[in-house]
Every structure is written in structure tokens, then in C-alpha cells.
T-cell receptor, first 111, second 116 residues
Framework: NAGVTQTPKFQVLKTGQSMTLQCAQD?????MSWYRQDPGMGLRLIHY???????DQGEVPNGYNVSRSTTEDFPLRLLSAAPSQTSVYFC??????????FGPGTRLTVL | AQSVTQPDIHITVSEGASLELRCNYS??????LFWYVQSPGQGLQLLLK??????LVQGIKGFEAEFKRSQSSFNLRKPSVHWSDAAEYFC??????????????FGRGTQLTVWP
């Protein structure tokens, strides 16, 4: 099992560009979520999904879109990147026990 | 509203000394509680979790945590710290059923430095 995988590992964008961060899990988990990590702020929830076709907003959803067409995949889209979105992004999946299994992260820089 | 407070931003201890990292939470339902550790440039690793039952839970790497409902606390402890324990530690809270599943709320983290 690969667990939770994320691509890319690193990305540099210019302000206004769009991109999609990919996340996949092979544990057949119902729940998936996206967090961003900024220095001194811990991890903050962006969006989450409780199953295929069902998503909801977290604490900091502005500027991000998600969709979940399959159980395995949960991509995060930045529609028009801003410097404030420079961060490390973690995808996670969980089962009924709510223990989050994290991917390795994507380090994003927006210039 | 749900929230987690880790009052200590940075703690420094000597190798071999005991350690306690504090965590207080606010959550409107029965909480599931977690401690994660993150080494520099790495992802998050689960140290331990509390779901129910015995309020003292054991984790990996010799860590333990005690759940105190009356104080809304879930402090992490280790009797003797090793240099390899230097990392950032995060406390998190989540729900245990239904619509509360699928996400956690994290504290801002405590950075641990270990002196040789």
C-alpha cells in the first residue's frame, strides 16, 4: 500500500496562475481532507469530503475548490494563485476512527 | 466552536529530562484526541490517540498522554527525552461520529529543542 500520495512535491507559481494539487489514497477510506500549514499557525482545514460526490468547506476555504468523483482521489484546485497561498499543503484520509493518515505534502510558492 | 490551544510555542529540555507538552481543547461533542509529531521537512506521524476508556494512553517512542475531561486537557508526557525527540508536536481534536468525522482541528504546535 502506498497510503496517501501527493503530487507535485514542489511547485512555484506566478500570481494569477491556476493549478491542481493531486491527492490519492489506496486505503479505501471514506473521508479525505486538505490542510495548509503555515509557520506558527499549525494545520488549518481547507476542505474535506465525507465520500465520493460530497465535499464541504473547512476553516480557510477561500481561493480553493475541490471535487471528489472517486473514493481514491481528492484534488485541490487553486483558481487564481495569490502570494497568501504560499504554504505547505497536506492531504489526509481517514476511516471511521477519524485518525488522519497524511501524505508527504506539497510545498507551494506563489510569486 | 472547536479549537485547540497549545500554550507553549517553544520548549527546551536537556536530554534525559522529563517532558510535558500542554494541550487544551474546546469541542462541542465527544472528542477524539490526537498527538502528531513532525520532524523538519517531514510529514506528520501519529504518536497516540484517545477515543474512549482508559484516560492514560500509551503511544509510540515512549510517549503517553492523559485525558482530563474536567480540565479539557490532553497533555503529552515522556519520562526521559532523547535528542531524536527534537521536533514539532501538534495536538488535534476531532469528532467521533456522523457528521463530525473526516477532519481534525489542530493547535499551533510546540517546537521542542533538546540539549545534549
Amino acid at each position: 500500500n502506498a497510503g496517501v500520495t501527493q503530487t507535485p512535491k514542489f511547485q512555484v507559481l506566478k500570481t494569477g496562475q491556476s493549478m491542481t494539487l493531486q491527492c490519492a489514497q489506496d486505503m479505501n477510506h471514506e473521508y479525505m481532507s486538505w490542510y495548509r500549514q503555515d509557520p506558527g499557525m499549525g494545520l488549518r482545514l481547507i476542505h474535506y469530503s465525507v465520500g465520493a460526490g460530497i465535499t464541504d468547506q473547512g476553516e480557510v476555504p477561500n481561493g480553493y475548490n475541490v471535487s471528489r468523483s472517486t473514493t481514491e482521489d481528492f484534488p485541490l484546485r487553486l483558481l487564481s494563485a495569490a502570494p497568501s497561498q504560499t504554504s505547505v499543503y497536506f492531504c489526509a484520509s481517514s476511516g471511521r476512527g477519524n485518525e488522519q493518515f497524511f501524505g508527504p505534502g506539497t510545498r507551494l510558492t506563489v510569486l | 466552536a472547536q479549537s485547540v490551544t497549545q500554550p507553549d510555542i517553544h520548549i527546551t529540555v536537556s536530554e534525559g529530562a522529563s517532558l510535558e507538552l500542554r494541550c487544551n481543547y474546546s469541542y462541542g461533542a465527544t472528542p477524539y484526541l490526537f498527538w502528531y509529531v513532525q520532524s523538519p521537512g517531514q510529514g506528520l506521524q501519529l504518536l497516540l490517540k484517545y477515543f474512549s476508556g482508559d484516560t492514560l494512553v500509551q503511544g509510540i517512542k515512549g510517549f503517553e498522554a492523559e485525558f482530563k475531561r474536567s480540565q479539557s486537557s490532553f497533555n503529552l508526557r515522556k519520562p526521559s527525552v532523547h535528542w531524536s525527540d527534537a521536533a514539532e508536536y501538534f495536538c488535534a481534536v476531532g469528532g467521533e461520529r456522523g457528521s463530525t468525522l473526516g477532519r481534525l482541528y489542530f493547535g499551533r504546535g510546540t517546537q521542542l529543542t533538546v540539549w545534549p
